[in-house]
């Protein structure tokens, strides 16, 4: 017999001896009455309780979301849009930097 061999024998042995103990103890616990008793509640005051009927709810269908027609666009005459880029890129740039405020004053 090998070292392992013998020391599957004793594991054997020794698990068998735990499980059989679990099962006694578990079936003592079992047979025992619980030792605490939940408390009874105490009657309360019903509330008032009324009928209410439910109202119909409208049907809704997908017609009056429907794109019957392209949407009509006004587009500027040609030559007639201006546009200032220097204006632009100065309120670009005062976006990109987050106002200076003291902790305690916003």
């Known amino acids: 017999m ?6 599957a024998r004793r594991a054997a042995g020794v698990v ?3 499980v059989a103990a679990t099962v ?7 047979a025992a009455p619980p030792s605490w008793q939940p408390p009874k509640p105490k009657d309360v005051t019903g509330v008032a309780v009324t009928p ?12 009056g979301r429907e ?3 392209p949407p ?3 587009w500027p005459a040609p030559g007639k849009a201006t546009a200032d880029l220097a204006t632009a890129a100065t309120s670009a740039r005062d976006l990109s930097v987050a106002p200076v405020a003291r902790a305690g004053s916003v």
């Open 2 to 7: 090998t070292v392992a061999g013998r020391f």
């Open 16 to 18: 068998a001896a735990v």
């Open 24 to 30: 006694a103890l578990n079936a003592v616990a079992v």
């Open 52 to 63: 209410v009927k439910a109202k119909q709810r409208p049907t809704w269908t997908a017609a």
């Open 67 to 69: 794109v019957k027609a």
């Open 72 to 74: 009509t666009v006004a």
